[in-house]
């Protein structure tokens, strides 16, 4: 009976994951797509300064993690100096302006889609600089992948959509993205690396480093001179309310995000995780679509379907490799 009351809670707690990931991420998605599409004021003006929103994430994200980590941390200490996130807040803070400026060239499913073949950057590196090598079914998870999102790219897309962007331009948007998963994957490594030199160090910590340095780079990039975009992107939010309020429910949302995604890791692990976010993803696709304006033709679906049907079949291949390990571990 003890057993069936913590498998349900454990269940409980899941569903509480999931729907905290979705619907913080979901959300802040559709208002990416319509800081980035909207027309504001009687002149139809739109907010260019998209480079903004990291900043402000930046900072809601650094008060957020340094009240939870006076909340939670019990004077704990031996977690990774804040001067060693220096590099790696550089290119954090590098790679997600170039994923949101995408958006003014490409659509956001597009940008969704290209932003989910993270695979591929990192298989190619383990092939050319480590000399790693992969199973066929891994492969086969990159061709669909890769596949899917050169065929959406190629594919033309609606009048509709276009005449929403701010400058059309495929190839740049893409090329953003592509850069945007490259700046991802050093972050990434840095972190881990950092993890491994500082056990000690906890997610809160992490959080508190990337964001501080994410501040002070974007302070300077956005205000360092006195006509920095900053200034203007300020004076904008003043002029229109509307879009500053948009911004600061935006920043929430990566905020509350962060921390359901933290509390399903210290749960269920990396795997549960990777597999919301994936139909995450999905699902953003499916909700812009429906309410944002921007239709896809049966053969971008079709795209949609294959990069997805390759995540979720990675995800399979990464649960049975864990299911072996567990399996040696109970053997020993």
Not at 179 to 204: I, V
Not at 289 to 313: A, D
Request: with cysteine.
């Amino acid at each position: 009976m003890e057993a069936h009351a913590t498998g349900l809670r454990r269940i409980l707690v899941l569903a509480f994951c999931v729907a905290g990931i979705w619907s913080a991420y979901i959300y802040q998605g559709v208002l990416q797509e319509t800081l980035s599409t909207k027309r504001f004021g009687p002149n139809g003006e739109r907010f260019e300064h998209l480079a903004f929103l990291n900043l402000a994430q930046n900072v809601v994200c650094l008060i957020w993690s340094y009240i939870m980590i006076k909340i939670w941390s019990n004077g704990e200490s031996g977690g990774a100096p804040w001067r060693s996130y220096w590099s790696a807040g550089i290119t954090n803070t590098i790679g997600p302006a170039m994923g949101i400026e995408a958006l003014k060239y490409i659509s956001y499913p597009a940008q969704v889609l290209a932003k989910s073949s993270k695979m591929i950057p990192v298989m190619l590196m383990g092939t050319l600089v480590y000399s790693i090598r992969y199973t066929i079914p891994e492969y086969l998870c990159t061709f669909l992948v890769a596949g899917g999102v050169s065929t959406f790219a190629l594919l033309k897309t609606s009048s509709k959509t276009i005449s929403k962007l701010a400058h059309p331009n495929a190839p740049l948007g893409y090329g953003l993205c592509f850069l945007n998963l490259a700046f991802d994957g050093f972050t990434n490594a840095t972190q881990d690396s950092l993890k491994a030199r500082y056990p000690k160090t906890s997610a809160w910590t992490i959080m508190l480093g990337m964001n501080l340095w994410g501040t002070i780079y974007n302070m300077i990039y956005m205000f360092g001179w006195p006509r920095g975009s900053g200034f203007e992107a300020v004076h904008f939010c003043r002029q229109y309310p509307e879009a500053a309020w948009d911004i600061f429910l935006y920043c929430c949302c990566g905020a509350v995000g962060q921390n359901f995604i933290f509390l399903t890791i210290s749960r269920f692990g990396s795997l549960a995780n990777t597999t919301i976010t994936t139909t995450r993803k999905f699902a953003s696709i499916v909700i812009s679509s429906l309410l944002s304006g921007n239709p896809l033709s049966t053969k971008q679906w079709g795209c949609v379907f294959m990069v997805f049907s390759g995540l979720s079949y990675q995800i399979y291949l990464k649960w049975q490799k864990l299911q072996r390990l567990q399996k040696k571990r109970k053997a020993t």
